[in-house]
């Protein structure tokens, strides 16, 4: 068995050489398990690899195995053309193999992969527990139409069998396989995945496509099992917890935070998280950093109540605002993300967003377009108002094309609600980065003290080329932007909004100072 993980390559475009590579979680559990079961399989990674050398890893593969070879391919949305150009060559070139998608695209769009001569199967959802059982039915030609999960074609029909049940036991899983990544020094080994599931329905999630509404998850000591793997053996100090919501369980937290403590990890070792605000209390957020965490990441979203209602968020800007100013007063890192282009947002809307930013003190801050992935609920509601607008094979499905593409070769954007147009909504999101970006204390920042910066961003020697032309396109964009300002065309942004920014850089700097002469000030007199 062959598992591959399929990747657009660029996905990330002018910013990709500055972000480190993730393991492919799924990929990764999957091996976990074909190891313990004593399958023989291997596994390549197309964000690593060139198309020569996925070739030549794989023929390597066949010549070792003996038919009929399987293909798993594990395909996000943005990956699609790349599995589909791959499983096409492989059908050809080995016309007796079994070509089987799986992840969050074909978990959610089964019948359009099925579409497809060279896919025989999908599986959808969790496939952990059913590899094993897959794989000696299809190497032995025994029948697999009853498998739970599987969706295949029959007399020119497709079938859908019933879904996989979801897994309960997380301890129950083999261990994650970081050596199988270790060599390569490509890869970034800092995270953990403690869960599974988020019990919540916001519109726009793909997430819970693969790992449902059950939240389910590891025992403390198995997590931190990984977490002293990471540090003693892969001499790893920072570590991000992976979970879609890693606050749902408060009880199992607290034992977390004794365990970690318990073993002293938090005396070598500093963690983050990603979480819903709403689960985030003041006893929580004190727990969590006296174990070592420092960093907590919160998706946002919007500064309106009436779009997180609309887009069934179940939380409110009060509630975040509270949870991220608390997190912060304890010292925490915070970072957060707002998305632009909801159904019946306005411009309005969205400078709300940097308002609130600022208010809230973000240390990070990014803005993405909202993205209509199928099998979500914002698929269907673009779809239903004729708005859902998909380029060849989901060629402009990312959700930083704003600030990713190639300021000379504009993608189109997947949505755009009524009301509102691209160019303005492109506008918007550059001018609400900058803004954020454009003070007195975030430059200080970078220019000062680097390594309180995005983590991801890393230059050396080898960089230089690829920052000069990132910096070029950035200049490219923000001189497009502020002609439109300027000129009052494509955009909502009035000279005022504009102006204000730069009121406000002078006005923090001139508080930063003040506040930094009373501190030296305070520090000279006797007590």
Not at 75 to 104: C, R
Not at 236 to 256: A, G, P, S, W
């Amino acid at each position: 068995m062959m598992l591959i993980n399929s990747s657009a390559r660029n996905t990330l475009k002018i910013f990709q050489p500055f972000f480190p590579i993730g393991i492919p979680v799924g990929v990764a559990s999957l091996m976990a398990v074909a190891m313990e079961k004593g399958i023989n399989a291997e596994f390549v990674d197309e964000q690593i690899e060139d198309e020569k050398t996925v070739m030549k890893r794989i023929e390597n593969y066949v010549n070792n195995a003996k038919p009929p070879y399987i293909f798993c391919f594990s395909v996000l949305t943005a990956a699609f053309e790349n599995s589909l150009k791959l499983s096409k060559k492989l059908k050809e070139k080995y016309p007796d193999s079994i070509v089987l998608f799986g992840g969050i695209h074909p978990s959610g769009s089964p019948d359009e992969v099925l579409s497809y001569d060279q896919v025989d199967l999908v599986l959808r959802g969790e496939g952990d527990n059913i590899l094993q059982e897959l794989y000696y039915r299809l190497k032995n030609g025994k029948d697999f139409t009853d498998l739970e999960g599987l969706s295949y074609k029959k007399d020119g029909k497709i079938i859908h069998n019933p879904g996989l049940s979801f897994i309960r036991d997380m301890d129950g899983l083999p261990r994650f396989p970081y050596h199988l990544f270790a060599d390569n020094k490509k890869y970034h080994l800092g995270f953990v995945v403690s869960s599974r599931g988020c019990p919540h329905k916001c519109t726009f999630c793909s997430n819970r496509i693969i790992t449902g509404m059950v939240f389910r998850y590891r025992s403390a000591e198995n997590i931190c099992n990984d977490l002293e793997l990471l540090h003693d053996k892969y001499n790893q100090k920072d570590v991000f917890f992976l979970d879609d919501e890693f606050l749902t369980n408060k009880e199992r937290i607290y034992k977390l935070v004794d365990e970690i403590k318990r073993r002293g990890l938090h005396e070598k070792m500093s963690f983050g998280f990603q979480a819903r605000a709403d689960s985030a209390d003041e006893s929580i957020l004190k727990a969590l950093y006296s174990a070592g965490f420092r960093s907590a990441f919160f998706g946002i979203e919007t500064a309106s109540n009436r779009i997180m209602k609309l887009i069934k968020k179940h939380e409110t800007v009060e509630q975040i605002t509270a949870a991220i100013k608390t997190a912060k007063s304890i010292g925490f890192n915070v970072s957060g993300t707002f998305i632009y282009a909801f159904p019946t947002e306005t411009h309005q809307d969205r400078m709300d967003c940097i308002k609130l930013a600022k208010e809230m003190d973000l240390d990070q801050v990014r803005f993405n377009n909202a993205t209509p992935y199928p099998g979500t609920e914002l698929y269907q509601t673009a779809k239903s108002e004729n708005r859902l607008n998909i380029q060849g094979l989901y060629e402009n499905y990312n959700a930083v094309l704003t600030f990713s593409e190639n300021p000379f070769k504009k993608i189109p954007f997947t949505y755009v609600p009524e009301g509102s147009t691209e160019k303005e909504i492109r506008n918007d999101l550059l001018f609400s980065a900058f803004s954020i970006l454009f003070t007195y204390d975030k430059i200080k920042k970078i220019l000062i003290r680097p390594d309180l910066g995005p983590r991801w961003f890393k230059v050396d020697a080898k960089k230089i080329p690829a920052l000069m032309l990132l910096f070029f396109y950035l200049t490219v964009k923000y001189s497009e932007l502020f002609l439109s300002v300027l000129l009052q065309r494509n955009t909502s942004i009035s000279r005022r909004e504009f102006l204000s920014i730069f009121k406000d850089f002078f006005k923090n700097g001139d508080v930063n100072h003040l506040e930094k002469q009373k501190i030296l000030l305070k520090d000279t007199l006797p007590s």
